[in-house]
């Protein structure tokens, strides 16, 4: 969500290996999520290509972490 904040692109060219890596997990673990998050009509997934479908749902689901992060880019004037 970081790049559409930054872009305001809601098309992310993101492979499942390079989220994998990205955030020191299993690629079957982006996979799984990648499917929750599809079947919640929140993002679309084709080869290579994350579509955000429902940012507002999206935020919600999301860990604390992200807002306070966002907050924090905000209060530095990074974006």
Do not use: W
């Amino acid at each position: 969500m970081v790049n559409q904040d930054r872009t305001d692109h809601h098309q992310l060219p993101l492979t499942h290996e390079f989220l994998a890596r990205m955030l020191g997990v299993n690629r079957s673990t982006v996979s799984l999520t990648a499917a929750t998050l599809q079947r919640g009509g929140m993002v679309r997934y084709t080869r290579g290509k994350f579509t955000i479908l429902d940012r507002k749902r999206l935020d919600e689901v999301a860990c604390d972490c992200y807002r306070i992060v966002n907050e924090q880019y905000k209060r530095l004037g990074v974006f």
